[in-house]
């Protein structure tokens, strides 16, 4: 049982600390705010999943789970291959929101990539948060112009080994 003077931790604050462990690129600080249970839900054969070898372009279309990202994945994705495929990332936050235990963050990202091309794509993520840790993250995003600008009229093809930690 927790000694009673620690102080609850909100979903919101929970979420801000996973993105600060997300950008120390701390697998073990990462993992510590995720729930065993936890799950990414991403548009099924987005740009980046493809690229990094975790979905196939004929997967896109509606949610289906095809693509979901496990615990593990998520720590791996966060803690190593994120820096590897978007450099130089830049995140303009516009707004973090927080109702019971959902929280939502919008942002910008901008990067270059593997193959030299320049990414900027706008995101909704959705967190829900129990007991101080992340156990469903559901992302928003622009798939097709983030599939134009990372594969432009070019076959999409994988651009980085995915690495599993």
Known sequence: MDPFWRRAVSPKETVLALYRAFQARDPDEIGALLGEDVVWVAPPGNATQ??????????AGAPNGSNNLTRDEIVAFMAYNFARFFTQAKNEFRCVASEGNVVLVEHRLSARLPNGRDYTNDYCFVFEVRDEKVHEIREYMDTRG?????????????????ISG
């Open 146 to 162: 983030g599939w134009v600008q990372v594969f432009g009229n070019s076959e999409p093809v994988q651009l980085l080994d995915f």
């Open 50 to 59: 493809v690229a990094l070898g975790l979905g196939r372009p004929e997967e």
